[in-house]
């Protein structure tokens, strides 16, 4: 007999045909950037400043989820020190400029490269180990730089400091809405540059190595340089939007390296979807609207947030961007079985 295509779930759900896939999908991330662009324009018209102050907050933070994400999600590197970069970002921002080095363009190129040796310095002792103690490393230098920071007392110790003078951009500095959209661009290069790493043959061996490195390394293939560029650009990531972080609250404290910090990240990206491309970004913006929502409601909202965390991710194993009729680099694409 003719095999007959079965278009329903066992549940009795109408899955989209593979044809239908990436158009839900480009639809879905059309509607998420229109939103997203909205979002100074309705601050201006309602005359509230302070939706566009958390709009911005939630791109720094999904910014920071979108790097962890190449290292956790692709890469299988579970690190508690990210928020090491995150604050190695917006300290360099304070530290650069008691050097003399105000522009803006040249503290980001400053950022960058610094990260890259020190992340550099710290995956390749961090990447010889794996499990727990790669977890436990990671963490070891997240406190050593927390405890460094804390120490400087010339730059607030562990109160921190407030920025003599914000980054330099000409006319633009300052202006809370031009750091909004270099936020969402900066986003989503950072978006479209994962979604090319992952689909490219870096991101097939990085992947591989994931599942089981030993057999990457049996087929001639070294994972180590691929795990150690990855967790380098993830650490890049990180700190840029440390540095944009310093620009939005024009303070930094030591608290942004704290090892709360990392954990923060880390559910923000399985919250959203582990391993996805935009997965984190949706993490970061529902965990963080969640939180300002309970704020609201009560002075207890961290009682509340804990639980209602676990009920999400136990929920939703894939993430809350599983909830979207889309495809994942994590999840096989069978949407029509065969009977006869």
Known sequence: MT???????????ALPTPSERPLLTTVTI??????????PVYASMAGDPHVLTI???????????????IALGFGG?????????????????????TAGVDSGWLQLIAIVAITAVIATAVGWVALRTHGIAFIMITLAFAQ????????????????????????????????????????????????????R???????????????????????????LPYRLTAYVLSAMVCAVAGFFLANLTGFVSPAYLE?????????????????????????????????????????????????????????????LWSMLPVPNHDSADVTQKERP
């Open 3 to 13: 095999p007959t295509p079965v278009t329903e779930t066992s549940v009795g759900k």
């Open 30 to 39: 059309g509607l998420l950037a229109l939103v997203l662009l909205a979002v």
């Open 55 to 69: 709009s911005s907050r939630i791109l720094v933070f999904a910014l920071a989820a979108l790097g962890l994400n």
């Open 77 to 97: 590197m579970v690190s508690m020190g990210h928020s090491m970069y995150l604050g190695l970002g917006a300290y360099l921002v304070v530290l650069l400029h």
């Open 144 to 195: 050593l730089f927390y405890y460094l920071f804390v120490s400087l007392k010339s730059y607030g110790g562990d109160e921190g400091m407030r920025l003599e003078q914000l980054s330099d951009f000409g006319v633009l500095t300052g202006n809370r809405t031009a750091l909004y959209y270099a936020l969402l661009a900066c986003l989503g290069a950072a978006a479209y540059g994962t979604y």
């Open 197 to 223: 790493l992952v689909g490219a043959r870096f991101g097939l061996v990085l992947r591989a190595s994931r599942i089981n490195e030993r057999r990457v390394s049996a087929v001639g293939t070294h994972a």
């Open 259 to 319: 090892w709360t910090v990392s954990g923060e990240l880390i559910v923000m990206v399985v919250l959203g979807g582990v391993g996805t491309i935009i997965g984190p970004i949706v993490g970061a913006i529902g965990l963080l609207l969640l939180e300002e929502v309970l704020k609201a409601w009560t002075e207890h909202w961290p009682m509340v947030l804990g639980p209602l965390i676990i009920l999400m991710v136990l929920g939703l194993r894939r993430g």
